[in-house]
């Protein structure tokens, strides 16, 4: 069964870091998808946070996230990570990864996607 697997949220305080880990079945990485993270913060729309191509390192960051967040991927262990640090009170969503067959992308509506389980990450003192 081809599966993603999201983990590591929890509640932090403002300022404090987390790295999330999204585990992926070996199809995944085997045909070369990209790995997409997403957020949706509670009354809000989902948005694209970061995405890499474990194929070949690649890496994107929408919006301003890229100033404190960082993907990174490990393929020996299907797993890509997202460390986050200097976190905000608005950084509260559950976070979701996804596989795109098509490379990164944001799409909503991007064909072929794989959505995972979120993890939700609570900051709040």
């Known amino acids: 069964e081809v599966q993603l697997q999201a983990s590591g949220g929890g509640l932090v305080q403002p300022g404090g870091s987390l790295r999330l880990s999204c585990t992926a079945s070996?199809?995944?990485?085997?045909?070369?998808?990209?790995i997409v993270w997403f957020r949706q913060a509670p009354g809000k729309e989902r948005e694209g946070v970061s995405c890499?191509?474990?194929?070949?390192?690649?890496?994107y960051y929408m919006g301003d996230t890229k100033y404190r967040f960082t993907i990174s991927s490990d393929n020996a262990k299907n797993t890509v990570y997202l460390q986050v640090n200097r976190l905000r009170p608005e950084d509260t969503a559950v976070y979701y990864c996804t596989a795109e067959p098509i490379g990164c992308t944001e799409a909503p509506d991007a064909s072929g996607r794989i959505w995972g389980q979120g993890t939700l990450v609570t900051v709040s003192s």
């Open positions: 890499i191509s474990p194929s070949d390192g690649s890496t």
């Open positions: 070996r199809f995944i990485f085997d045909n070369d998808y990209a």
